[in-house]
């Protein structure tokens, strides 16, 4: 009974896992026989060493990857070749210049050329769409500077017939004595406006004309007639003394004579009359009127 619990109570001896190969005892008889041959003190080698080979690392895809990145971002491409990839590491990097590689072919310069060259000519059509519309600005205003120009001789033309045929006052004091139309003493119907005056005041013409008379006429008495550029005429008076003569012309304002009392008068004053186109009298109140002048009631 004691011998079979001692034997039971003994520890099992575990089989050896390692098993020893007909290589594994060719290459131990191999590295003892390096380590005799080197000698005492050269015993460091190890059978790692001897028997380390270099072995083909691929790159882990992000590798691969952020290469690839790099490279289509400096303007080529990254391509792998079956038939490069076992000495190049499994990449190839295509030119940067072309996009040459071993699977594909893909020019960046033509594609380049092509935009530019498109650009190029929207840039020229743009080019000359804004050099036509400044050749049509120019244009209008050319025409618009010169239809200015003509307005402008225009109206200065305009301006000197206005400052031409401008009326004035005939006398430097207005005082109105009698009305177109009245009847007195010294006419039956009269057929003018009377300004009252001292002998000697001088006498205006009314507007720019021609002095077609200047002569005694009865009743009228001493009477200077000018006839403007439509053909009205006016006569000037009872007048003292001339200062124009026939065939002169006088500008607005011109002293033409003197205030006086010659012919059918009871005092001195000018009788100022207004015949359009030399026929009959009109109120001389109005024609004043229209060429903006407007004379003072009768006193």
Known sequence: MGDHRAARRAPRRRPSTTAVTPARRAETAAELTAVRATGPGKRKASRREVASKPRLRLPSLPVVAGVAALAIATGGAVSVSPA??????????AS??????GTASANLLEDRSATVSR?????AAQDAAAADLVAQAEAQAKQRTEALSQF??????????????????????????AEFGE?????SYHTGIDFNGEVGDPIYAIAGGTVTSAAYDGSYGNKTV????????IWY?????FLVSPGETVAPGEQIGTVGATGHVTGSHLHVEVHPGGGDAVDPREAFLVHGITLPPRS
């Open 84 to 93: 490069e990839s076992a000495t190049d590491g499994g990449f190839v990097r």
């Open 183 to 187: 009847y007195g003493l010294w006419a």
């Open 152 to 177: 402008a001789e225009q109206a200065e033309k305009q301006a000197a017939k206005l400052k031409l045929n401008a009326w004035v006052l005939p006398v430097d004091v207005v005082q109105i004595t």
């Open 226 to 233: 000018i006839t403007l550029d439509d053909g009205t005429e």
């Open 237 to 241: 008076c009872h007048q003292t003394s």
């Open 96 to 101: 940067a210049m072309s996009g040459a590689s």
């Open 119 to 123: 650009d190029s000519r929207r840039d």
